[in-house]
């Protein structure tokens, strides 16, 4: 595969879109000191994958947006796009039907950057494992920055072997082979995690076979009692309808007695209907009598009154 064009759209100094055409043969750039030949490497190492800020000449990702000037706004978005062709067809075997494939990168701030492949959003991740298994990638000593050349001389043998293996074309099966050694180790921390986890589960299960045994006591003692429960409640049960049919009984005698007492009411009532019947005349008799008695005490007055006029006159008269 081959790197076709890079396109730049307000990543760093590059404030408008900005097309980088990669032609056959060799490609320069050329320039004065600060006029961005540098931010170019750099926007390929950044659509390539690379997580480090500090490598970008930055506090944070976000300073790879351009920060405005005194004639230009800042923006919010910045984009790369790099293309590459893959006529050979020799590029990872997921895309290898493809005739060109666009990786670009895309951050917003506060919003973090997004990674995509042909328009499709892929993980970063993605990203960094299509260019390892190209033998590139944003640490790739085929980027040779100032300085880098005497680096490689005096370089480390792990950092020699980096150079041959991806100029063998296998630093995408080493990257993919850490990446299996961390699976790996993870895993195995996970079954040491698992065979505690089983331990405890183990003691727990114990526990809670104990505790079952107890419920179980528990259980059976508590349907004891409820059957005891149960008999004592018949037990009372019967007892309050013996003292309800005992109780009807006291009531039903009672209720005879009342009758027969109301029936002896009745009775004298009734004599004393017909006595009063019988009195009411003898009353009016008597009423009649008092009445008789009164007017002869009247007349007893009247005569004794007419006694004394007498005398009186009797007593003149002898006086005469």
Sequence with gaps: MEFKKIQLNGFKSFAEK???????????????????????????????????????????????????????????????????????????????????????????????????????????????????????????????????????????????????????????????????????????????????????QERQLANLQKQAEEAAKYKSISEEIKKVEAGLYYLRLLEIDNEIKVENEINNEADNQVKSFNDKLEDLSMKIIEKNKNVNPIREKNQENLSKIQRLNLELKSLDEEKDRLMMKYNQLERL
């Design 18 to 200: 900005t097309n980088f055409l990669i032609e056959e043969g060799l490609t320069g750039i050329v320039g004065p000191n600060g006029c961005g030949k540098s931010n170019i490497v750099e926007s390929l190492r950044w659509c390539m994958g690379e997580t480090s800020a500090k490598s970008m000449r930055g506090s944070g990702m976000e300073d790879v947006i351009f920060s405005g000037t005194s004639n230009k706004p800042s923006k919010n978005i910045a984009e790369v796009l790099v293309s590459l062709s893959n006529d050979n067809k020799d590029g990872p075997l997921q895309y290898n039907e493809l005739d060109e494939i666009e990786i670009r990168r895309k951050i917003e701030k506060d919003k973090g950057s997004k990674f995509y492949i042909n328009g499709k959003e892929v993980r970063a991740k993605d990203a960094q494992m299509f260019f390892a298994d190209l033998s590139t990638g944003a640490h790739s000593p085929s980027i040779i920055s100032q300085g880098r050349i005497g680096a490689l001389v005096t370089a480390k043998p792990s950092d020699r072997r980096a150079i041959l293996e991806e100029a063998a074309g296998i630093a995408g099966l080493h990257v993919r082979r850490h990446e299996a050694e961390l699976r790996l180790g993870a895993a195995e921390n996970n079954l040491k995690r698992a065979d505690e986890l089983r331990r405890q």
